[in-house]
């Protein structure tokens, strides 16, 4: 039985103008999780689910963002109650509740 593919990330806040619920990840972290554009992950910090956050994946990260970087929204560092500079686990979302 295969489990489900997990990524590590920094957490950084990003925003193109119209876009809420996003995240940006590296090609590299894409490939690894197996998501692509539009579908979506979820992104946890911790143990507790009061520190997560679900998001759709915009596209990859600006060049300017290291690879290990998960940008997300300000809508969804809100949600997840992160802080720039988080250590996240995030893999893809299939199932809801």
């Known amino acids: 039985m295969m489990g489900i593919a997990k990524a590590t990330g920094i957490i950084k806040p990003y925003n193109e103008e ?6 940006w990840l590296s090609q590299k972290k894409m490939d690894q999780i197996g998501v692509k ?3 979506f992950i979820y992104v946890q910090k911790g143990w507790s689910g009061s520190l997560s956050c679900r998001a759709v994946v915009k596209g990859t990260l600006p060049s300017n ?4 970087t998960i ?9 997840g109650n992160f802080t720039e500079g988080d ?7 299939t199932s809801w509740f």
């Open 18 to 23: 119209g876009i809420i619920v996003g995240a």
């Open 37 to 39: 554009m539009g579908d």
């Open 65 to 68: 963002f290291d690879e290990e």
């Open 71 to 79: 940008a997300l929204t300000d809508d969804r560092i809100q949600e």
């Open 87 to 93: 250590i996240c686990n995030f893999w893809k979302h």
